[in-house]
């Protein structure tokens, strides 16, 4: 699991990585130089999870249809 | 006037019809009286004509009424009748000349009553359940934050506003909403298209493809819920690759769409809280991990550290390690050379108390009477030769060969002085002796006689006397009888 670019996770996975390394740590029972390399995989999940929830925009859009009820495009839904 | 003279009955001057003239006259009258109504009644035997038009019968207990639906009508239809349905269809009475009937152009059917609707919804359900469309193992999970939700409901009204406003609250996302008729004939046609739709668009799209469907709509009657309990709604909602959030109605409106929805939310508002997590909550969340993970690694370092000052204690200097043994290497220096001495000193000793009666004049005794033993066995050897024991035997022999002759001889020596013993005893007991002493024997004819009757039948008698015989006459006798001296028996050897 350790094998993902941190850059391309969704939110989902980071997040359970991310408890899986502090969870990791907090037991203490890794060696030294690992749990530096924890605590840098760590950090570098927070910045992940952190930018996907700042990513965070509405943005609302109805779909318009033909005659026919196939859909042909957007128009942007706002005051709602 | 002839007007009057043809008129030959009164009531006669009615006028005449023809057949398609009356024919179109009662269809104008009866599409004219009644306009477009409503009946209710039982749908009887239905056919499905093989142009697409539709024909069925709406009964009650005594009448019958022939329906018609064109096939250009039947898709409008909210509900398709069926055998045994209470239903209200609408339309208009119409006449068919070509069969003398009259019909009803039906347009649009609903079910009558709350009752035969939830008999026709079971009776669905069944049939679903049966397929496994409510199998929990076909429900997919839904996304832990979704990036795009479609929303499958009316455009406008407290429904959408509702979704909106909870999915702003938790966490703001892109949303897309494919409008549609919540009720009425057209609702349930246009929700299946939808989500059929949604699940067509490519994800990425300029129409991206959203990752979760919420199909929604407002509290109703259950008439007005019923689109949501069609077959091609529930099919539709089952066949979504997208996962699927059902909210329709209350809390306490179970429609058809619910038992193949991914996830029923109980209201349009709870279906955006299944949605997405709550943002902020989230962030909190992160913020905690990041404090937990700087507080896991120097409490990790710290407790290192503590464990190397308390171990760096524990550890002896080298010089108190050293000590004893320097001790005992020092005792042991001293004492070496001693021991050493004392040591060659022991064995030297040892080696003079053995070495002493070790002289060659010892070892020569022991080889002159190791020899001396040695002639002798030899000697005894020579004498012991089997040439010896063949003489012994030898000897043996001889000596027993001697001693059987020896005894052999004496054997025949006793037996002969017991013979002449035994003759002489014989002599002795035989008559001849007697004869020596005076007696004789008289023998008459050869045979010895012993009485006066037998001398007297003898034709010739014989006295025998100590030194021979005789007949009582004087002469001497014929015959001497030399077998009474048995012949002297000459030795063996």
């Known amino acids: 699991m350790s094998e993902t670019p941190v850059a391309e996770m969704n939110f989902e996975d980071a997040m359970r990585e991310l408890e899986r390394v502090v969870g990791a740590l907090d037991r203490g029972d890794v060696a030294l130089d690992e749990s530096i390399k924890l605590y840098e995989r760590g950090a570098e999940l927070k910045a992940r999870c952190e930018a996907l929830l700042k990513d965070a925009e509405e943005k609302v859009a109805a779909i318009t249809l033909d005659g026919d009820g196939t859909p042909t495009g957007t128009t942007p839904v706002e005051g709602m | ?493």
């Open chain 2, 1 to 493: 006037m002839s007007d009057l003279l043809d008129d030959p009955m009164p009531g006669q001057n009615s006028p005449e019809f023809t057949v398609s003239e009356i024919s179109g006259a009662v269809k104008k009258t009866i599409e004219g009286a009644f306009g477009r109504i409503r009946v209710r009644g039982e749908v009887g035997r239905v056919f499905k004509a093989r142009s697409g038009h539709l024909y069925y019968d709406v009964k009650d207990d005594r009448n019958v009424l022939s329906c018609t639906t064109w096939k250009g009508q039947v898709a409008g239809l909210s509900v398709v009748p069926e055998e045994g349905l209470e239903v209200v269809v609408t339309g208009r009475l119409t006449a068919f000349g070509a069969q003398s009937k009259y019909n009803m152009n039906v347009d649009e059917v609903a079910v009558a009553g709350q009752g035969a609707l939830m008999a026709l919804l079971e009776k669905r359900k069944k049939q679903l359940a049966a397929e496994g469309l409510f199998e929990p193992a076909r429900k997919k999970p839904l996304p832990y934050l979704p990036e795009i939700i479609g929303v499958v409901t009316s455009p406008s009204g407290a429904v959408i506003r509702d979704i909106l406003h909870r999915l702003r609250d938790r966490f703001p996302r892109k949303v897309l909403i494919w409008p549609v008729a919540v009720q009425g004939e057209a609702c349930a046609r246009e929700v299946a298209r939808a989500i059929d739709g949604f699940n067509r668009l490519t994800p990425g799209g300029a129409l991206p493809r959203p990752d979760l469907l919420i199909v929604a709509r407002g509290g109703g009657s259950i008439e007005d819920l019923w689109g949501f309990n069609e077959e091609i709604v529930a099919r539709a909602a089952a066949a979504s690759a997208i996962p699927l959030i059902s909210a329709v109605g209350h809390e306490t409106d179970t429609t058809l769409i619910d038992f193949v929805s991914d996830k029923r939310a109980p209201t349009p508002t709870a279906a955006a809280e299944l949605a997405v997590p709550v943002r902020h909550e989230l962030l909190a969340w992160v913020d905690q991990q990041g404090a937990r993970l700087s507080r896991a690694v120097s409490h990790g370092l710290t407790q290192r550290g503590q464990r190397l000052r308390d171990l760096a204690r524990a550890l002896p200097r080298a010089e108190t390690l050293l000590d004893t043994p320097r001790q005992r290497l020092d005792r042991a220096g001293d004492l070496l050379p001693r021991a050493l001495s004392r040591g060659i000193d022991s064995r030297r000793l040892d080696l003079q108390r053995k070495a002493g009666p070790l002289r060659p004049q010892l070892l020569r005794v022991m080889i002159d009477r190791r020899r001396d033993a040695l002639n002798a066995q030899q000697k005894r050897l020579v004498t012991a030769a089997p040439t010896r024991e063949i003489q012994r035997r030898k000897d043996r022999l001889a000596d027993l060969e001697k001693r059987l002759k020896e005894a052999h001889l004496r054997r025949i020596d006793q037996r002969r002085d017991k013979l002449i013993a035994l003759d002489r005893l014989r002599e002795t007991l035989g008559y001849q002796a007697t004869l020596e002493r005076g007696y004789a024997v008289v023998w008459g004819d050869g045979k010895l006689v012993t009485t006066t009757k037998a001398a007297q039948s003898a034709s010739e008698l014989e006295i025998q006397f100590a030194d021979g015989r005789m007949s009582p006459d004087g002469k001497p006798a014929q015959q001497k009888k030399p077998k009474s001296k048995p012949p002297e028996q000459g030795s063996l050897f």
